[in-house]
């Protein structure tokens, strides 16, 4: 399966443990967004990620939660002391490149989702 | 700021055709995304605009204003299989991320 894996899918924590998200993107791909969908709403941008860099963080909250994406592995979102406010389902979309020439209509291929349910 | 406003329901019988408006008013733009969520399951990309004018492909078609900021998504003979939330998204051109309407819930009976 060459489509964006994220893993666990569905995650279940206690009020102030640690949640880990991992999402691996389509082959090719080197860029990686997070996004966040509560039931009954849209999907929120989180942040967005290339190798090694944080692109653009703007829809992250300023506390708890921070997101990596290593040379190696996959993309993480983290989301540290967890408060049932956080239950929501996390997707991850990946693109090949942010540039124009190269995916200037290519959409944004999604995961799975991890469904995180903090109790 | 971002502002995208889609219905957030509609049904229509199988066989049907049903139209589902999508008005944006945003700080850039980059082309405006429909995608299909079924219940669980991953948003799925269905068509793309980036000019204004009708785009079609098999039963779907899209449609884009720019100067009115408006796209609709036509779903034509409708099938239970179609039942199912989508969205509308618009691309930012700085950082080709995209931004959502809340999604429209589409039912079809039979």
């Known amino acids: 399966n060459a489509g964006v894996m994220q893993n666990p899918r569905h995650l279940v924590r206690r009020r102030g443990q640690e949640a880990r998200l991992r999402c691996s993107p389509m082959k090719g791909h080197s860029h990686v967004y997070w996004y966040r969908q509560l039931p009954e709403e849209g999907l929120k941008f989180m942040v967005y990620?290339?190798?090694?860099?944080?692109?653009?963080e703007s829809g992250m909250p300023k506390e708890r939660f921070s997101a990596e994406f290593p040379k190696e592995g996959p993309s993480i979102l983290r989301i540290q002391q967890v408060v049932r406010g956080d239950s929501a389902a996390y997707f991850c979309a990946s693109s090949p490149r942010g540039d124009r020439q190269s995916s200037y209509n290519s959409p944004l291929h999604f995961g799975n989702g991890t469904r995180l349910t903090v109790t | 700021g971002q502002n995208i406003d889609q219905p957030t329901e509609m049904t229509a019988t199988e066989g049907a055709i049903v139209q589902i408006n999508c008005t944006y008013q945003t700080s850039g733009f980059n082309g405006l995304f429909w995608y299909q969520q079924h219940a669980g399951e991953a948003p799925t990309f269905l068509s793309y605009?980036?000019?204004?004018g009708l785009e079609e492909k098999g039963r779907f078609s899209s449609f884009l204003s720019r100067s009115k900021g408006y796209s609709y998504l036509l779903l034509k003979e409708l099938q239970m299989k179609d039942s199912a939330s989508y969205l509308c998204?618009?691309?930012?051109?700085?950082?080709?991320?995209?931004?959502f309407g809340a999604g429209t819930t589409v039912t079809v009976r039979a």
């Open positions: 605009n980036v000019l204004d």
């Open positions: 990620l290339q190798k090694e860099n944080i692109i653009d």
């Open positions: 998204a618009v691309r930012d051109p700085a950082d080709y991320k995209l931004s």
